[in-house]
């Protein structure tokens, strides 16, 4: 143990080539650092919540022996732990001097509407018991009072009154993003209706229009990953077009996805049993997709078919 270390606390072992980067997110209770935590989960961080300070370099130690290892850990603190005082500086002062490049995010709103999430989430305030007349307002009074000097150290504050979800989540990803749009990525899954619709579609093109290859004795035991079943599917009339509008509407709806923050999407190809028209135009579709690049409407496209070999 490093006796010089701030509390006798060892110091993280960090690699000078390609420092870590940890970013304390705090403040009010209901002021967003839940779906704070969650943006930057989807930007790449690792997040830990309410972890004690204790174990902070210890987490960022084994973060380095990760593989691949772990350099960007985004750290909830707020009034909620029974570790969390409201004081920071022994914290950031031993990251610091182990190299670790620090910033302290602190989310604020204004009281009336704090009140009134609390009242829409019907819970509690952390503080509210502990407060003389054991009323919201005293708990939020006794919080700002606990986390003025966090605020007054913090790098970014962010005042999420007037915000919407959406508007934090560009705020927060211009601040803590690599400068690059975050990833969008799609799975494109076939599946057959007789075995249901899939529950976690955000869109569904209905394929079963097609003729069905089923009904040809030398293509009903083959599936759409075949090659000449793929081609029958694919040279039928309206094949083309459909498919070509479901690329178009694809890139309507992403873009879209990215502006709302969104950053997963499925797409659902339905026939009637998932075998051979569904899983001939998901694999287009997929080579479709990927083969634009830079272009198309996603970062990461994978193809999966879910009822494939159930008949």
Known sequence: MDRGSPAGRSQPVVNADRPVEVVIVTGLSGAGRGTAARVLEDLGWYVADNLPPDLIGRMVELGQSADPPI???????????????????????????????????????????????????????????????GTLSAGLAAERTRLASVKTA?????????????????????????????ALQL?????????????????????????????????????????????????????????????????????????????YMTVAVGCTGGKHRSVALAEALGELLGAAGDAGPADVVRVVHRDLGRE
């Open 71 to 133: 350099r960007k850990f985004a750290l909830v603190m707020d009034v909620r732990s029974r570790f969390f005082t409201g004081d920071l500086s022994a914290v950031l002062e031993q990251l610091r001097g182990a190299g670790v490049r620090t910033r302290v995010l602190f989310l604020e709103a204004s009281d009336d509407v704090l009140i009134r999430r609390f009242g829409f989430a019907r819970r509690r305030h952390p503080l509210q018991s502990e407060s003389a007349d």
């Open 154 to 182: 913090a790098d970014v504050v962010i005042d999420t009154t007037a915000l919407s979800v959406h508007q934090l989540h560009r705020k927060l990803e211009e601040a803590y993003g690599d400068g690059t749009p975050t």
């Open 187 to 263: 799975t494109i899954q076939s599946f057959g209706f007789k075995y249901g619709v899939p529950l976690d579609a955000d869109m569904v093109f209905d394929v079963r229009f097609l003729p069905n290859p089923h009904w040809v004795p030398e293509l009903r035991e083959l599936t759409g990953q075949d090659a000449v079943v793929s081609e029958y599917v694919l040279s039928r009339p309206g094949a083309d077009d459909y498919l070509r509008t479901c690329r178009h509407l694809l890139d309507l709806t992403t873009d879209g996805y990215r502006q709302e923050g969104k950053r």
